[in-house]
């Protein structure tokens, strides 16, 4: 369906089977998980069909790629520190995989059909292939560095909105209520006055792929971390997009607090948020 992959072993060929098996899976599993837990709070929650699927992706990659390295959600000690040191340690790499088993976990919970698999695969630290698949809608996303963003075989572009007050910018509810929550607000609250409208669908991949393809004009959010962001951040910047952090600082896979759009709108975006004072921790 993918026109440019070329045999079955290429790394783009490899990600796009392992994030629509593991879709496929998780999609059966929807309303059947077993067991429900909390991670850093209330509001972090884990299931047995992350781990699963985690697991899952691994074992296919490392059937292909022995010597790659792979930077999951599920195999790094949860909360910022933790997550912080673990990406820091990654990005020695040569070859990195960036993993979200589920993104989007409490829609999975909740049964709320909006979440996918997001696998991207890093080269010295920069990321040269995204892979994006929500299971619901049979939707897969691909890009490669250098070469656009796919959604079945189908070159995706970014929308046309030149100003915020046409624009549909997704945001999503950062679960800090001590900071992060608070910080996010100030920026909503900001962009809910000054856009056409706001979608909150609750999974910061699927929200960067729809700002790929033009179904969002830009995207808002603080406090996530590489997995979430790594392959939508390709997606966009191969859309003719642009992805930045809250100060405006281009996209690198350290970035946690996304500021992501068409181009045209990205600077009225930024300033929004920089003037509600919501550009969060650096
Ligand atoms: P997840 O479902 O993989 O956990 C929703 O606003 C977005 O925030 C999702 O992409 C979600 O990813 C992410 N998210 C959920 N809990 C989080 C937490 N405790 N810290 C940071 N990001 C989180
Ligand atoms: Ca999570
Ligand atoms: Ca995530
Ligand atoms: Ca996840």
Known sequence: KIPYVVGSKSPTAVAINSASKAGEWIKSKL???????TKVSPQDLVTD??????????????????NHDILGE???????TASAAALSKASQSEYLWIVDPIDGTTNFVHGFPFFCVSIALAYRGEVIVGVIYDPIKDEMFVAEKGKGVYIHGNRGEV?????????????????????????NMKGINALANTTRSLRAGGSAALHLAY??????SGY?????NAWDIAAGALMVAESGGIVTDTTGKPYDIGVRHVVASN????????????????????
């Open 49 to 66: 069909v992350d781990k699963g699927a985690e697991m899952m992706i691994r074992k296919l990659i490392l059937t292909h790629f022995p």
């Open 159 to 183: 929308s046309k909105e030149a100003n915020l007050s046409d624009s549909v910018i997704g945001v999503g509810f950062n679960p800090d209520r001590e900071f992060g929550l608070p910080t």
């Open 31 to 37: 309303g059947m998980h077993q067991e429900l837990n």
């Open 220 to 224: 808002y959010e603080v406090g996530l």
């Open 211 to 216: 700002v790929a393809i033009g179904r969002l």
């Open 74 to 80: 599920e195999g790094v000690a949860p909360g910022a």
């Open 263 to 282: 181009g045209k709108i990205h600077a009225e975006l930024l300033e929004t948020i920089k003037a509600a004072n919501a550009t969060g921790i650096a």
